[in-house]
Structure formats: structure tokens, C-alpha cells
């Protein structure tokens, strides 16, 4: 257990922080499988794109934040996108 007033406060931070990355993780994956299922429901062409949208944004917020590593991000955005324009330009 943390001994010095500086440690505990360390620790303090360390539960905050990982509450707010997680929100992020979280969000991320449950956006990707919102995504997913309407690609697989074949739902509106407009609704797909507001979800990538939402996905992209949460996504560079998590890159910004250091969340998640930038070249991650971009890899997320790109799979993702590569998926939806497979089904969209069928």
C-alpha cells in the first residue's frame, strides 16, 4: 500500500484515468458493433454513414488523448471503412 501523501494521490489519478479510458474502449467497441449489424442488417446508406462518422470522431478523440496509440486509430478507421464501402458499393 502507498506510504508517501504523493502515492496515494498517484493512485487517486490512477482510478479516474482509467475510468474515463475506459468509456472511451468502451465506446469504440460499441459503436464498431452497432456498425457491424447495420452493415449486416443492409440498414440506410445515410444511417451507416452517421454511425462512421460517430465511430471516427470517438475514435481521433481516444488517439488524442492518448488513449489509444494514432496509428491504432487509423487502422480502426480504415478496417472499418474498408468493410462498409465492400457492402455499399454492392
Keep these: 500500500m502507498a506510504n508517501t501523501k504523493s502515492a496515494k494521490k498517484r493512485i ?24 457491424r449489424r447495420a452493415v449486416e442488417k443492409k440498414e440506410s446508406e445515410k444511417k451507416i454513414k452517421e454511425l462512421l462518422q460517430e465511430f471516427y470522431s470517438i475514435v481521433d478523440k481516444a488517439a488524442k488523448r492518448h488513449v489509444i496509440h494514432k496509428n491504432k486509430a487509423a487502422r480502426l478507421k480504415s478496417r472499418i471503412t474498408k468493410s462498409v464501402e465492400k457492402v455499399l458499393s454492392a
Excluded: A, F, P
Design 12 to 35: 487517486r489519478q490512477t482510478k479516474k484515468r482509467t475510468l474515463v479510458n475506459e468509456r472511451y474502449r468502451e465506446g469504440i467497441k460499441k459503436l464498431k458493433k452497432q456498425i
